[in-house]
């Protein structure tokens, strides 16, 4: 993916630009990490703490390993350590995009708006910040108007689940009607016609076909931020 090879620069860079760091280990936790050994790096960058327990590289690092095998908390709390040092080097707009996404991830959306506000300020083209700022916004007044993220999608998926269920009482009334009609005398008309019951039915079927393939394309392109959310920088 493009962004997991910035990532993968960003990693190095972090091991060079800050002085009080064990090289060897953050060197083999970086080498670790390209190989998708995530688990492993993080037994490295954690050497290079314990060895020296103001390397700024070595717990930025392990937050990036943390992060990756979804240990949200521990990975929040290793960029904290780091907070003073990060948020005023070179890579300030990484740590403080890095941040958000652990934020998200906990569904604390105030620090997540306050961390990619944080990124932006340092580089306002960044179209991801840009967007998971938005995202974290929009989901924090969700929040605070008692919705939330989770609850929200629990809502969709009821209203499909009711939806289904309408659908299938249509379609068995359709059926019932289909027998009634089938055991009785019919005419033979030149030319069919619809009552109004089975066209209120046919418009109704319609419609929540059509309602189920919008909120379908919906989940996807919020599935699709999310995915993106959690590549980026990492």
């Known amino acids: ?49 314990v060895k020296d327990s ?62 990619f506000r944080s990124a932006l300020l340092l580089t306002p083209d960044d179209l991801d910040a840009k967007e998971n700022y938005i995202y974290a916004k929009k989901m924090l007044e969700n929040q605070q108007n008692g919705g939330g993220g989770d609850n929200q999608q629990n809502q969709d998926q009821n209203q499909d ?16 009607q289909d027998q009634d009609q089938n055991q009785q005398p019919q005419p033979q008309p030149q030319d069919q016609e619809i009552s109004p019951q089975q066209a209120q039915q046919m418009l109704k079927a319609i419609q929540a076909k059509e309602k189920e393939t919008q909120d379908k394309v919906n989940r996807e392109k919020a599935a699709a931020l999310e995915s993106r959310q959690k590549e980026k920088n990492w």
Request: net charge negative; glycine share 4%.
């Open 1 to 49: 993916m493009k962004r997991y090879l910035t990532t993968i620069l960003l990693l190095c860079f972090a091991a060079s630009c800050f002085a009080q760091v064990d090289r060897h280990d953050v060197r083999a936790g970086n080498r670790k990490f390209k190989r998708d050994k995530f688990k492993e790096s993080e037994i490295d960058y954690r050497k290079a703490a």
């Open 161 to 176: 689940q009711n939806q289904d269920q309408d659908q299938q009482q249509d379609q068995q009334q359709d059926q019932n």
């Open 54 to 115: 103001l390397s700024v590289a070595a717990e930025y690092n392990l937050a990036s390993a943390l992060y990756r095998q979804e240990d949200y908390e521990n990975a929040g709390k290793a960029l904290e350590t780091v907070k003073d040092v990060a948020s005023g080097s070179a890579a300030a707009s990484d740590y403080y995009y890095n941040l958000g996404d652990v934020a998200l991830q906990k569904k604390d959306y105030k620090s997540a708006v306050d961390a």
